[in-house]
């Protein structure tokens, strides 16, 4: 199956963090807490998938309050955190939801990824991931991590799905009205 007919019937973007909106690295403050730092244009992709109808969640393995807040910045309201088992909270999900996984596109870097990305409609790695996940992987991006790996899914569903060019109308008619 080419990645054309695979993105065509996604509708909801599932991603992890550590690895896919950051880079990995942990840096900390003098304090001694962690600091994170997300891509920009990532989030503006995040809310125009949003605003395209689709769904949008966040599923990780480890606990950020840097992480809540920037799901709280973009409205990100699928959003599961310190989760051990990424495909049984997938599959929750899309109960939830009434999605197929067939319907969802998941992002990943690493190992705990695996069972999701050999699972989901489109499995996704991003160009830093571990070669196992790469492997195992429908596609493989060229931006690592936490520089706008998750703008290129984002736009390559979009553009797939032929409605980037309606996404990108309504964004820059938005941003004029704004002025």
Known sequence: ???????????????????????GGVTFNASGEPLTEFDIQDGLGMRLWREAGHLLGIVTGRSSDAVRRRAGQLAITIFHDGVADKWHTVRSICDDTKMSPAQVCYVGDDLPDLPVIRRVGLGVAVANARQEVRQSADWVTRHPGGSGAVREVIETLLKHQGRWGDVVTRATATQTADL
């Open 1 to 23: 199956m080419n990645l054309r007919s695979q993105c065509l019937p996604i509708r909801m973007l599932l991603l992890d963090v550590d690895g896919v909106l950051t880079d």
